[in-house]
């Protein structure tokens, strides 16, 4: 057996003592438990865990067990996930008696993975896994390619409703915060239609649509996404500026910024946006004096993400302080990185989590920051930051500031699932370039200093795990 499936095996019971997988996985790899890539290790077992009843019915249905009365059943569980439920179609291993004897049932484990499909009505395995609690499946009419008019005359069959509660099988909801996205319900196939498949639909979150809808950049504007993988804050930000080379979009992860260059061209956006593969915080704000406007929506916990697959990796009580510490961190220098680029007049912060730390005291640390005021960056308010949106900030966090209400209300927050999709929180910084650089003249704003973000990059390599799980679009 492989290391990979060796080492993977003990993953796949659950051990609450020890955390979720996440932190099982890489303290393994740590502490030289394990000798393979703690990544591919994780990707494997949290991917077998959220297919295993089917992977589990497959192998009984073909007598997998029976007839190999040597294979255990945690081994079975990886070979088979890998043989059907992965992108490759393949065990990876050399040739040993135990691929062999998985490999002699190829065609009847194939014929019941068929038979289960068919049995739910979707095309490929991964349609399989419902978005369990998903109450609202959004998705946006990506107008750089067809118009929302297009999209709602190929969705004739469904039956327009005016509220997001009047949703149900058979209708189509238009948001009214965020321009061409609509809410369906999460029954409806909408990944298997024509419209998605040529990138004229994307199929995104409502929370996180925010970023780009509050940026709102113009025609004249020039635009980076700091974090973008997988692409659907760039691709929608291209959407509102289909200028060519207007979006700059920067992404650390190799891997990621693959996908990422894959939903650019799928959404057509190839042009508009210029990929840059490496770490934001290493650019130079000089480079960039075109720049108007950044969205940053870096690293965090998740903790706005539900799901079946989800919430078995992130148990409760698995935010620790000591973690949220470290992300909060790095978020601080990431966004103050976003806040030193010489001619931005506009910088939108968002996560998926749900934790003040993350959320509204990254935006007291900032205030609060020396540099950061004297480059004139305020938080907007809220007449500029969706202003129907009914959540905002946490009040009680900005009780040291002479205006709490007032900062509180320039910021968004969604709830999980009450409102209608995934935990957010967004918040625009904004300056008047002009006048605000005349008023600090011995301030330049380029010198800005971002502490050295690198301590958080072992923290980080484990969250790009989970960012992976996040993506709602192309695949
Ligand atoms: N904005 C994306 C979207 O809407 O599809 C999701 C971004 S995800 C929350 C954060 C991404 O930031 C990850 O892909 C991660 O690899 C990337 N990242 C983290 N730190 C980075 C850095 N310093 N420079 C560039 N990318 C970074």
Same mark, same amino acid.
């Given at each position: 057996m492989s290391n990979l499936? #060796?080492?993977?095996?003990?993953?796949? %019971?659950?051990?609450? &003592?020890?955390?979720?997988?996440?932190?099982?996985?890489?303290?393994?790899?740590?502490? /030289?438990q394990i000798k393979t890539d703690p990544k591919h290790v994780y990707a494997l077992v949290s991917s077998t865990l959220k297919y295993k009843p089917f992977i589990l019915d497959i192998i009984k249905k073909a007598k997998l067990l029976k007839e190999e009365k040597q294979i255990?059943? %945690?081994q079975a569980l990886l070979l088979v996930h890998d043989l059907l439920f992965s992108r490759s179609g393949r065990i990876q291993m050399g040739k040993t008696p135990l691929k062999d004897s998985v490999l002699k049932h #190829?065609?009847?484990?194939?014929?019941?993975? !068929? /038979?289960?499909?068919?049995k739910h009505k979707v095309r490929s395995f991964d349609e399989l896994i419902e978005?369990?609690?998903?109450? +609202?499946?959004?998705?946006?009419?990506? !107008?750089?390619?067809?118009?929302?008019?297009? +999209?709602?005359?190929?969705?004739?069959?469904?039956?327009?409703v005016d509220s997001i509660k009047k949703i149900q099988p058979g209708t189509i909801y238009h948001d009214e915060f965020i321009p061409n996205l609509f809410g369906i319900h999460p029954k409806e196939k909408i990944t298997t239609t024509k419209l998605y498949e040529k990138g004229h639909i994307i199929i995104q979150d409502r929370a996180s649509c925010f970023p780009a809808h509050i940026l709102n950049p113009g025609p004249d504007d020039y635009v980076i996404d700091s974090c973008a993988a997988p692409g659907n804050k760039t691709t929608h930000l291209a959407s509102y500026i289909q200028r060519d080379g207007?979006?700059?979009?920067?992404?650390?992860?190799?891997?990621?910024? #693959?996908?990422?260059? /894959?939903?650019?061209?799928?959404? =057509?956006?190839? #042009?508009?946006?210029?990929?840059?593969?490496?770490?934001? %915080?290493?650019? &130079?704000?000089?480079?960039?004096?075109? +720049?108007? =406007?950044?969205? +940053?929506?870096?690293?965090?916990?998740g903790s706005g993400i539900f799901g079946r697959a989800h919430e078995e990796e992130n148990p409760e009580g698995s935010y620790s302080d000591e973690r949220l510490q470290k992300l909060s961190s790095f978020q601080f220098s990431i966004v103050k990185h976003a806040l030193s680029f010489p001619n931005a007049k506009k910088v939108v912060y968002s996560t998926c989590s749900i934790h003040a730390q993350e959320n509204e005291r990254v935006v007291i640390d900032l205030l609060n920051d020396s540099q950061v005021k004297n480059a004139g960056w305020k938080v907007a308010n809220r007449s500029r930051v969706i202003p129907m949106w009914p959540r905002r900030g946490?009040?009680?966090?900005?009780?040291?500031?002479?205006?709490?209400e007032q900062l509180a209300g320039g910021c968004i927050r969604s709830i999980p699932k009450v409102d209608g999709g995934i935990g957010f929180f967004a918040v625009l910084f904004e300056r008047d370039v002009g006048s605000e650089l005349e008023k600090a003249k011995d301030v330049k704003v380029e010198d800005i200093e971002v502490e050295d973000a690198e301590e958080e990059g072992e923290q980080d390599q484990e969250d790009q795990e989970s960012e992976y799980e996040e993506w709602n679009g192309f695949d």
């Open positions: 499936y #060796k080492e993977a095996e003990r993953f796949l %019971t659950p051990n609450q &003592k020890e955390g979720s997988l996440q932190t099982r996985v890489f303290n393994a790899a740590r502490n /030289k255990r059943e %945690t #190829k065609t009847r484990l194939s014929a019941e993975l !068929t /038979k289960l499909k068919l978005e369990d609690d998903t109450p +609202v499946r959004w998705f946006r009419a990506n !107008t750089i390619k067809t118009t929302k008019e297009k +999209v709602l005359s190929e969705l004739e069959h469904l039956e327009e207007s979006i700059n979009a920067f992404e650390r992860d190799v891997r990621r910024s #693959k996908i990422l260059d /894959k939903m650019v061209t799928t959404a =057509g956006a190839s #042009k508009i946006v210029k990929i840059n593969t490496g770490d934001f %915080t290493q650019s &130079k704000p000089s480079d960039f004096e075109d +720049v108007t =406007g950044l969205v +940053v929506d870096p690293s965090c916990s946490l009040v009680e966090e900005f009780q040291s500031f002479p205006n709490p």
